[in-house]
């Protein structure tokens, strides 16, 4: 029998235009682009509050916002991200301008705040320099439950610290983070990926170990092992999972700096107490990282709660631990679990793109995951705050006025509720009452002409009119009881 393969991204493609195709004809409607989405107000408050946290967040720990573009030179990606990741093979959305420059979507962060960083001189200022940003990125992924094209991470960078505590300063605030907005059974797991003097040994032992093993990878892996060996780690494929369970660990081959700089790092996230979980197959797939690279999951599923995992100390990069062949990977490493984010330290990419040796350390959550887990978890989103007032108006006068006098109560900072549309009195008092406003505040063509308003309490129905130019104050002290 003939063996047919088709690639993988063909099928993609077809049915990605299929699917393109399929919602046009179905509906004759626009519907917003695959892998994307719409954030409507009552969802916004959810996202308001996170964001106003990771704003409090990183301000406290001196964090200063930067917004970068939202799309930069092609290049910046290619030699920043690694020519050779999933991000630029695959994943890209780039385009050439009229005027021929190669730009593409930002698909992370990093590189361009490190292009930010040079092309500002912050590398004048006292270092480190800690920035922050929260945006949109673009990948053309496979869009699934939490995988958008088009999604928000809030992301940290500490640029020019190479102490270990840098590391865990980055990691503990996620952690507090995701701490105040309510996450629970967040877990974290580092591994170290060595610096420029042990990666290549222990490069060359993966590649000798994988090369009479590669018939029974996925296509990919037989790419990575060419390309880019250490992405062979981090394959979800199960068969190639199969195959990694006797590789070479990272751990095992660090050199004395970077196992140094890995036992400071698990020693201050225990002065913090952030449980961890060494897993010595987490590479990241991005070039650019050096010694520590880190993710933090949630469990999808209670019963997926993962165990406080203290380590080993001969983990810590002491001894080399003995490692059986076709040894079964920790639980919680294959459950089913969200990842929400993620980072790492950089120490190279400033010498990729700036020419000048700055060690760097950041990590990015995203967003979409945050929610998804919080609404998982059994978080409700918040109702909206009630209005104090709402305004009322009868008569084409009163309807004019009533601009500035809403106008008077914004200045205020007096919340109001109108419907400025409706004629009847009536049914302009039931929404009063139907967004649970205290006081009614009535202007009728009479009020309109003898410059008072009609202060209506709710909850009694006592009426009382007030001269216009005292209302506000009369209004407030009300209010306040
Ligand atoms: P990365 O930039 O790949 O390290 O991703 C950091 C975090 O961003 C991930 O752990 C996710 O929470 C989030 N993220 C990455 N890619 C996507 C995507 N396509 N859709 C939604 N969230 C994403």
């Known amino acids: 029998m003939p063996k ?55 301000g406290f720990y001196g964090f200063g916002r930067i917004d970068t573009p939202h799309f930069e030179h092609t290049e910046l990606f290619t030699l920043g991200t690694g020519s050779v990741t999933d991000i630029v093979t695959k994943q890209m959305y780039s385009f050439r301008t009229r005027g021929g420059d190669q730009l593409t979507l930002r698909p992370e962060g990093t590189p361009p705040i490190m292009r930010a960083f040079f092309e500002h001189g912050m590398f004048n200022l006292p270092q480190p320099v800690k920035l922050y940003y929260i945006g949109q990125f673009f990948r053309h992924e496979s869009p699934q439950r939490g995988r958008f094209r088009e999604f928000n991470q809030w992301g940290l960078e500490l640029i020019g610290e190479d102490s270990p505590v840098a ?36 490069r060359s032992e993966l590649v000798a170990y994988y090369r009479p093993r590669l018939k029974g990878l996925c296509k990919d892996c037989k790419d990575r092992s060419r390309q880019n060996p250490l992405r062979l780690l981090d394959c979800k494929e199960e068969k190639c999972q199969i195959v990694r369970r006797g590789a070479p660990e990272t751990l095992d081959h660090l050199c004395d700096n970077c196992k140094n700089h890995l036992k400071l790092l698990l020693e201050f996230l225990d002065e913090v107490s952030i449980p961890y979980l060494l897993n010595p197959y987490l590479v990241r797939g991005l070039d650019y990282y050096t010694r520590t690279v880190f993710e933090i999951f949630v469990g999808e599923e209670e019963k997926e709660k993962p165990k406080e995992v203290s380590v080993d100390s001969q983990k810590r990069g002491e001894e080399n631990p003995v490692k059986e062949e076709n040894e079964a990977p920790p639980e919680s490493l294959t459950s089913k679990r969200l990842a929400l984010g993620g980072g790492g330290r950089y120490d190279n990419l400033a010498e990729i793109l700036g020419g000048k040796t ?10 979409e995951r945050i929610i ?9 989103v918040s109702e909206p705050a009630k209005p104090k007032t709402f305004f009322v108006q009868l008569g084409e006068l009163a309807r004019k006025k009533s601009l500035p006098l809403i106008e008077e109560l914004r200045k205020a900072r007096v919340s109001v509720a109108e419907s400025l549309g409706r004629d009847s009195i009536k049914s302009q008092l039931n929404i009063a009452d139907k967004v649970g406003a205290e006081y009614a505040l009535i202007l009728g063509q009479k009020e309109a002409l003898d410059g008072t308003i009609i202060l209506r309490e709710m909850s009694s129905g006592i009426q009382e009119a007030v001269p216009q130019e005292k209302f506000i104050d009369f209004l407030k002290k009300k209010l306040k009881k």
């Open 167 to 202: 590391d865990a300063q980055v990691i503990q605030i996620f952690f507090v983070f995701l701490r105040e907005v309510g996450v629970k059974n967040a877990i974290l797991e580092v591994n170290s990926t060595g610096c420029q003097i042990c990666r290549p040994r222990y």
């Open 372 to 380: 998804l887990a919080l609404k998982a978890q059994g978080y409700k």
């Open 4 to 58: 047919f393969f088709v690639d993988p991204h063909i099928i993609f493609v077809v049915l990605d235009r299929y699917y393109n195709f399929m919602s046009k004809q179905k509906t004759n409607e626009f519907r917003s682009p695959r892998g994307t989405h719409d954030i409507l107000p009552e969802e916004e408050r959810l996202w308001d509050k996170i964001r106003q946290e990771a704003k409090e967040i990183s």
């Open 358 to 367: 700055v060690p760097a350390v950041g990590g990015a959550l995203g967003i």
